[in-house]
């Protein structure tokens, strides 16, 4: 039986979406169309959440070879673009009050998010691509919104060009496998390639889709347009960006590799694995000189997507697959939550006219001690220090990582990896905590931050506090999502 209800939370954001820009004529306000929006938000998480306690629906197509299936791995990530999606309009509610293009501004904002969530569903290329571009054309606009901005258009410019080339190489990598297994269907391509083994048309198309989507994630060598782009946008959609659509980004590598091209492993977990600990380490490394907040912070989220990536070889190992893709997920909630906190930080400072350089943050702490203690919190929990969310969630990596060495000796090496870059990420987290407690600034006049960007401040310390001690029944659940996979 075919259930609909597998798109129905994306269709309650494209519904509210579309009435926006009406409903615009006649309310002017940004904060009421925030309200509105966040509306939508919450009645499509109500949506994911009943359909998690009720039985999840079934599938949209073909049993054997569906399109899109509503199951735990699609309900994780899509609570994920949710709860990124609810802190960036809160955030944005008076960020953005002074722009003309409100109504858009948020349709924008909503169609993303559909379009991340129809990817968590997708069991088809061809619809895994829809929901990519979808997202992808809602995000250029967001990128150049202020259009009178130098930086903005010039980053919008980047993300479109780059965007567009990783588009048509995902594309051609699908025809080429379309071409190899004759279905578009992960499932199918995965029986296709078990049974006639791998050709060259199978290694270039492996080759273009980890160029493709690694481009959205931003993983080495394919991250050089994050930096300039997170700089550029605004401050709410940097978080967007770097919280959101990455996170797509790696539900559609655990679904390729993980579904579509397990048959084939042998060819591609190590370079996958060596993929992993280049991007961690290069965007650890470049971190270390910058001075801006918003570029620190994109080469930051680089260096944790390749944290994310190592979930991906540790997945073939025999017996780990739920477990290691299960750790992955957690990581993406749990950075979700401490990255989304660092750029509405950054973006509540900004409001306020404090700089986005790191030197502008000394004696913070004096100034505004809530914004410093949040942003203390956020940077203590990307570097892992416990009992934060970031600590836990690569402890539960490297622990993924030691029980797959004893099948496959090499995966102690992503652990290693990940030991070593945390330990490295630490200057440049401590240094902002430096400046923030123990530097003297220019100005002791205290910092008044609007409730809208304090609020969402604090929904993602709560969920960065909160799940370094709530781990383990989140990691239960991620490990079950993980299972819809294999």
């Known amino acids: 039986m075919i259930e609909y209800g597998a798109i129905y939370p994306e269709l309650i954001l494209i519904l509210f979406a579309v009435a926006i820009p009406a409903l615009h004529m006649a309310i002017k306000s940004s904060r009421t169309l925030a309200s509105i929006s966040l509306v939508s938000i919450i009645a499509s998480a109500g949506m994911v959440i009943y359909y998690m306690l009720d039985g999840y629906p079934v599938i949209i197509g073909d049993p054997a070879s569906p399109l899109i299936v509503f199951d735990a791995l699609a309900a994780v990530f899509s609570l994920v673009f949710l709860g990124v999606a609810l802190v960036v309009v809160l955030a944005s509610a008076r960020y953005v009050e002074s722009d003309r293009h409100l109504a858009e501004y948020y349709t924008l904002t909503l169609m993303a998010t559909a379009g991340m969530m129809l990817v968590a569903s997708a069991q088809d290329l ?31 410019v980047k993300y479109v060009i780059i965007g567009g080339l990783s588009s048509a190489l995902a594309l051609y990598g699908i ?25 060259l048309a199978t290694l270039m198309a492996l080759g273009l889709l980890l160029a493709g989507f690694g481009f959205k994630i931003a993983i080495a060598p394919f991250h050089m347009w994050a930096p300039d782009v997170y700089e550029g946008a605004p401050t709410p959609i940097s978080a967007f960006l770097a919280a959101g659509s990455k996170k797509m980004g790696v539900v559609v590598l655990f679904k390729v590799f993980l579904v579509g091209l397990i048959a084939i492993k042998a060819d591609w977990d190590i370079v996958v694995g060596i993929v992993a600990i280049l991007t961690m380490t290069i965007g650890n490394v470049v971190a270390l000189s910058q001075t801006n907040m918003k570029r620190m912070l994109a080469y930051s989220s680089i260096a944790q997507a390749g944290y994310m990536l190592m979930a991906i070889p540790l997945a073939t190992v025999a017996g780990m697959g739920d477990f290691a893709t299960g750790a992955g997920i957690f990581h993406v909630i749990t950075h979700a939550f401490m990255k989304s906190g660092a750029f509405i930080v950054v973006a509540a400072l900004a409001y306020v006219a ?57 995966m102690l090496w992503l652990g290693v990896a990940l030991v070593l870059n945390s330990a490295l990420s630490l200057y440049y987290y401590i240094r902002v905590i430096k400046y923030m407690y123990v530097d003297e600034g220019d100005s002791k006049d205290r910092i008044k931050v609007p409730a809208t960007l304090a609020a969402a401040i604090v929904i993602c310390l709560v969920a960065t506090v909160a799940l370094g001690f709530l781990w383990d029944p989140v990691l239960e659940f991620c490990v079950e999502a993980a299972g819809t996979l294999f």
């Open 126 to 156: 061809l619809i895994i691509y829809v929901g990519i571009e979808i997202a992808s054309m809602a995000t250029y606009a967001l990128v150049a919104f202020r259009k009178k901005d130098k930086r903005g258009a010039e980053a919008a």
């Open 175 to 199: 025809s080429l496998l379309y071409g190899v297994a004759g279905t578009s269907s992960l499932i199918g391509i995965n029986e296709a390639l078990a049974a006639q083994g791998v050709d």
């Open 354 to 410: 404090i700089g986005e350089s790191i030197a502008d943050y000394k004696g913070l702490a004096k100034r505004a001690p809530l914004i410093a203690f949040s942003m203390a919190v956020f940077m203590f929990a990307l570097a892992g220090i416990p009992p934060l969310s970031g600590f836990m969630s690569k402890v539960v990596l490297i622990s993924a990582s030691i029980e797959a060495a004893e099948v496959t000796q090499w």
